[in-house]
């Protein structure tokens, strides 16, 4: 068994062995410590001799590297003043060529200005002599220099006016051709497409009655009859030695209308007498005002026109009742929107547009007034009532009052001209014939040099012969444009009137 002193000296031992064992470790590591100070003084040491040594190696490099850049500088700097060298000789060569050629230059203005000297004493003898001859030629040729300058001139110009106006001929004959051929092809092609109904009516302007006591009553008891039917249909009664008519005079034709079928109802029932006139006109007035309405629309159905005006539908319908050259208004206006139609489609222009303004070209014939033509007034119509300023356009410019402003405009100018002047459109009086006729001689006689004048195919043309010896070929035919241009400014006429000036050389001998 262990005692207390067995232990205590077991434990002094444990204790003695652990100090010695914790300082020899702290012995030991020291020792290490210094060792391995030592080392890193030995690296350090080491180290910066590798430095000192690296140092002196690039100290070195860096001497030689500026030498040799010094070498190339100086080098480049040799090279450089050796072209300097070469550019300063070449300069001084220029500069000697330019002495030479300055002093050869000199030498050649001093003998151009004497030269010139020479040339101006020339130039004056040469102006004298030219002033002496001119003054010997005026003495014998008898007129002074500007008129012999002047006859040059006029001689000169009137070589160019007449050279300028074959060209202008020439192109005209050349613009002609290649026009009128495509402008045929679309007209035919247009009036091909188009089949209108040619019949006219004519204008009634009579009633027929079934005997000659009829005209007692329709006049009536102190001619109460005649003048309540004057006074509710806006008309005169002519009641004349005519056997079995009265003539009915209105420049209205709707009044006409109405009057003209009152009067045929009443005549049929035989109950003539102011109220029963005054309920007759008024069941006539309220037919034919639906029947203007009905005439309108079917106008306007008839050619697929959407969207117009009630108010102008009715004054499309009044046309039906219009007459012009014994062309029925309404017919004629229905045919030139068709053409319209046909030569927008062929022309590439607005169809609606130009059938519409075909349509509504004369709508101002519909209206009972006298301010303005009747192109003006059509065209406020359809202002009026909303119609597209294109088709205002038409309206106003179809008879060349106002310049058109679109491709449209001039598609209703021509299809008015087309409906108007085709064979069998219209017809005038004889009296109106002979007038025009008449009219297109006397133009032609008002220029100098006219000879004699014929207005020959009824009207169509005009044949005028003029006097050789006082007219040359330039002179006829500006004669014959202002004749062409008087025509057309001065009269009304269906489609177009040729011109056609002769101007010939006649020479007549005789052999005995």
Not at 175 to 201: M, N
Not at 361 to 366: E, L, M, P, T, Y
């Amino acid at each position: 068994m262990w005692t207390s002193e067995s232990l205590l000296s077991y434990l002094i031992i444990i204790l003695l062995g652990l100090v010695v064992g914790y300082s020899a470790r702290l012995v030991i590591e020291y020792l290490t410590l210094k060792k391995a100070k030592q080392r890193a003084d030995e690296i350090i040491v080491l180290a910066k001799k590798d430095i000192e040594a690296q140092k002196k190696e690039a100290i070195l490099e860096g001497k030689d590297q500026i030498l040799k850049e010094k070498r190339d500088f100086e080098r480049e700097i040799r090279d450089q003043r050796q072209e300097v060298q070469q550019l300063e000789k070449r300069i001084l060569k220029k500069e000697e060529n330019l002495e030479r050629k300055i002093e050869s230059t000199e030498q050649k203005e001093s003998k151009l200005d004497q030269k010139e000297k020479d040339l101006v004493k020339k130039e004056e003898d040469f102006y004298q002599k030219t002033i002496e001859l001119e003054h010997k030629l005026e003495s014998l040729a008898g007129i002074t220099n500007q008129q012999a300058k002047d006859m040059i001139i006029q001689r000169v110009q009137n070589d160019a006016e007449l050279e300028a106006q074959k060209i202008v001929n020439k192109i005209e004959h050349e613009t002609r051709l290649k026009a009128e051929k495509e402008a045929r092809r679309i007209v035919i092609t247009s009036i091909q497409r188009l089949a209108p109904e040619v019949s006219q009516e004519a204008c009634v302007s009579s009633v027929s009655l079934p005997n000659e006591e009829m005209k007692g009553r329709i006049i009536g008891r102190e001619g109460r009859n005649i003048r309540a039917l004057e006074v509710l249909t806006g008309v005169d009664i002519i009641i004349d030695d005519t056997p079995e008519a009265i003539v009915l005079s209105s420049f209205d034709p709707v009044r006409r209308e109405k009057a003209r079928r009152s009067i045929e109802k009443l005549v049929s029932d035989g109950r003539i007498h102011p109220a029963r006139i005054e309920e007759v006109v008024n069941k006539v007035s309220h037919e034919i005002d639906q029947n203007i309405q009905e005439e309108g629309e079917k106008a306007c159905f008839d050619l697929g026109i959407r969207g117009m005006h009630q108010e102008l539908q009715k004054y499309v319908g009044r046309l039906k009742y219009r007459y012009s050259y014994g062309q029925n208004i309404l017919s004629h206006s229905k045919e030139v929107a068709m053409i319209c139609g046909h030569l927008a489609s062929e022309t590439g222009a607005n169809v609606a547009q130009c059938i519409r303004g075909g349509l509504l070209h004369d709508v101002g014939k519909g209206v009972n007034t006298e301010e303005g033509d009747h192109a003006q007034v059509g065209a406020e119509i359809a202002k009026k009532y909303g119609e597209d300023q294109v088709i205002v356009n038409s309206i106003a410019s179809h008879h060349f009052d106002v310049e058109p402003a679109s491709l449209e405009a001039l598609i209703v100018q021509t299809g008015d001209a087309i409906s108007a002047s085709r064979p069998g459109a219209r017809r005038e009086s004889f009296n109106e014939y002979i007038k025009r006729l008449t009219n297109l001689e006397a133009i032609a006689y008002d220029f100098p040099g006219v000879e004699k004048a014929f207005a020959i195919q009824a009207g169509r043309e005009l044949r005028i012969i003029v006097n050789n010896d006082i007219l040359d070929d330039l002179e006829a035919k500006k004669i014959a444009r202002d004749i062409a241009s008087r025509i057309e400014n001065e009269m009304k006429y269906p489609g177009q009137v040729k011109v056609s000036l002769i101007r010939e050389t006649r020479v007549i001998e005789y052999a005995r």
